[in-house]
């Protein structure tokens, strides 16, 4: 398996507290990405990264942002958490743009 | 945008039967195709996958798949499954040819239901 570890596995937030998730890799890979999975809608893409500092946008973005200051970590924040944001949070990773990903164990986030 | 289709929410199989589970996917250019299998409150493993070449793809666990450009489709097959294959099964499809996010496009899933 690869070594893609997530913390934290669960956790439960009000509304309008700052959260932030963390992924962390030991495989070295360049490319790194945040989803959620949510009933129905199957993993949809939040932001990626494809370098130390170097990130974009993907589909659900809007409440989120993200940072990458190390090859291995890769950090999802919700500035302020709304209840429209609870969901299981993956991060993949993959060596290329065009390799396969390989997901961590999920995060669970729960905003009351 | 990509986009794709997995028509079956649920499917209900017997053990040892053969199974079949339907991925359509809308993608301009050549696609790079994959199939992933979720365990409850596991994360997500890839089964195979498809870049280019032969159409028929083996994958881990007796799984193949089969690549049809015509018909847009990319169909995950098991000649017998196992009651460990209950699962949720996701097709996606990845975008890299430039423009748009790179990351996969998933579709919605398919509930693989074994019975006895």
């Known amino acids: 398996d690869a070594g893609i570890t997530q913390s934290p596995r669960h956790k439960v937030t009000e509304t309008g507290t700052p959260v932030t998730l963390r992924c962390h890799q030991t495989e070295n890979h360049r490319y790194m990405y945040w989803y959620r999975q949510d009933p129905g809608h199957g993993l949809r893409l939040i932001h990626y990264?494809?370098?130390?500092?170097?990130?974009d946008k993907g589909e659900v973005s809007d409440g989120y942002s993200v940072s990458r200051s190390k090859t291995e970590d890769f950090l999802l924040t919700l500035e302020s958490a709304t209840s429209s944001q609870t969901s299981v949070y993956f991060c993949?990773?993959?060596?290329?743009?065009?390799?396969?990903?390989?997901f961590g164990p999920g995060t669970r986030l729960t905003v009351t | 945008a990509q986009s794709v289709t997995q028509p079956d929410i649920h499917i209900t199989v017997s053990e040892g039967a053969s199974l079949e589970l339907r991925c359509n996917y809308s993608?301009?250019?050549?696609?790079?195709l994959f199939w992933y299998v979720q365990s409850p409150g596991q994360g997500l493993q890839l089964l195979l996958k498809y870049f280019s070449g032969d159409t028929l793809v083996q994958g881990i666990k007796g799984f193949e798949a089969e690549f049809k450009r015509s018909q847009s489709s990319f169909n995950l097959r098991k000649p017998s499954v196992h009651w460990s294959d209950a699962a949720e099964y996701f097709c996606?499809?990845?975008?890299?040819?430039?423009?748009?996010?790179?990351?996969?496009?998933f579709g919605k899933g398919t509930h693989l239901i074994i019975q006895p």
């Open positions: 990264s494809y370098g130390v500092k170097d990130t």
């Open positions: 996606a499809v990845g975008s890299y040819s430039g423009g748009g996010a790179d990351g996969l496009t």
């Open positions: 993608y301009g250019a050549t696609p790079y």
């Open positions: 993949a990773i993959s060596e290329a743009r065009s390799d396969e990903q390989y």
